[in-house]
Structure formats: structure tokens, C-alpha cells
């Protein structure tokens, strides 16, 4: 199972994207695992498309590459503030670290600083 970032996603959807044929890549070698993000992941994503009025497009290629979204659980919020207070990183970064670690998954990222975060905390990192 591998939690796809923000920036494997929106790297994918947008071909001019600097990172477009890195996340192509990665996401060609994943094989048969399953693709995960957060919702809140997810949200952030669908906003560009959303303000170019093609999020049923976007919608539609993230369903194709089957990436499924994750709620983060009612009990998360403790999780989430220590994240935040442990690592320093940004509330969105930690719902995909939380997300990572409940799943026992790896996490794809070309965010350097949430790749250390996640290595720091015994995630495997997929990319970064």
C-alpha cells in the first residue's frame, strides 16, 4: 500500500507539471499496490481542477488510477496535533503522515521535508 502526496497527484493530472513524468513514473512502478491519500490530501488537490472547471476530469483520472481517499478517524485529532508539534510540519503533511502510519503503507512524496519526517519516523519512503 503506498499514500500518495499532494505532489505525486497533482504532478500526474497535469502534464505541465515540472514533476510530471517523475509521478508517471513512480506510479507505473507501483505495481499492484493499492494507492492511497487523505481526504484532506485529496481536497487540496481537486482545488486547481476545481478552479479550472475540470474537477469531473481529475475526478475521473483518479478514479482510473484508483486511488482511494482516507478519512482520517474522530480519534486522529490528538494524533494529528503531536504530529504537527513533533515534526513542524504543515497540518495537510501530517494528515498524510497520520494516514501513512495507520496503514502501515509507504509514502510517495517529492516533498523533501515530509519524506525526512516520514523516514524519521520509520515510514518507508517511496519517493522524495
Do not use: W
Amino acid at each position: 500500500m503506498i499514500v500518495l502526496d499532494a505532489s505525486i497527484l497533482i504532478a500526474h493530472l497535469d502534464a505541465s507539471d515540472s514533476h510530471h513524468d517523475r509521478a508517471e513514473v513512480l506510479l507505473a512502478n507501483s505495481g499492484n499496490e493499492d494507492l492511497i491519500t487523505s481526504v484532506v490530501t485529496l481536497a487540496e488537490v481537486l482545488v486547481g481542477p476545481s478552479r479550472s472547471g475540470i474537477v469531473d476530469r481529475a475526478l475521473i483520472a483518479l478514479e482510473q488510477l484508483g486511488v482511494t481517499a482516507v478519512a482520517i478517524e474522530p480519534t486522529g485529532a490528538l494524533r494529528l496535533a503531536l504530529l504537527r508539534t513533533e515534526t513542524g510540519l504543515k497540518l495537510p503533511d501530517c494528515c498524510l503522515l497520520l494516514t501513512a502510519e495507520q496503514a502501515d503503507a509507504a509514502l510517495a512524496s517529492f516533498d523533501l521535508r515530509l519524506a525526512a519526517a516520514a523516514r524519521d519516523r520509520g515510514v518507508r519512503v517511496t519517493a522524495g
